[in-house]
């Protein structure tokens, strides 16, 4: 892949196109393909981080620089070709990780939010409207959104 730049590209654009496969359960737009559940979601999130928080720790944890070609790369900041690894390993590690927690958080409370309008709702004697799983989703109706206003 480092030897041929044409392979490089094509690398890197599956790395785009595979993301974009990932990601669309989650961030779907069409109705065709509707999002998941924020439970699933959450659960969908904490699964795909578990390979890369293993990858994370192979990297971090290696005595040995693992690509041969890192180590004749030119060292920028002044770290030892292991040394730079073992900070590319951990920062995949920590704030690459903490990022599926992030968005975990976000649709965990985009969820709560969306059963305390229901319960709202539901109290005031009107049925319940299935609020946004996520924020930006437009809401789906609900029970009786079908009647007729007159």
């Known amino acids: 892949m480092m ?3 044409a392979v490089h590209i094509v690398t890197h654009l599956q790395f785009m196109v595979t993301a ?3 990601w669309w359960p989650i961030l779907s737009p069409l109705p065709e393909f509707p999002r998941m559940s924020p439970g699933g979601t959450m659960i969908y999130l904490f699964l795909i981080g ?10 971090t944890l290696a005595d040995v620089v693992l690509y041969p070609w890192y180590s004749a ?3 920028v900041w002044g770290l030892s070709p292991l040394d730079d690894q073992k900070l590319g ?3 995949m590690w920590v704030p690459g990780g903490l990022f599926y927690w992030v968005v975990m958080t976000v649709v965990f409370f985009a969820w709560v939010r969306a059963e305390r309008a229901a319960d709202v709702q539901e109290a005031a004697g009107r049925p319940p409207l299935r609020a946004p799983a996520l924020p930006g989703e ?3 109706g609900g029970m009786g959104d079908d009647r007729k206003s007159g």
């Open 3 to 5: 030897r041929n730049h």
């Open 73 to 75: 790369a030119p060292r």
């Open 20 to 22: 974009m496969i990932m």
């Open 138 to 140: 437009p809401p789906s």
């Open 50 to 59: 578990i390979p890369m928080m293993f990858v994370a720790a192979l990297i």
């Open 89 to 91: 390993g951990l920062i």
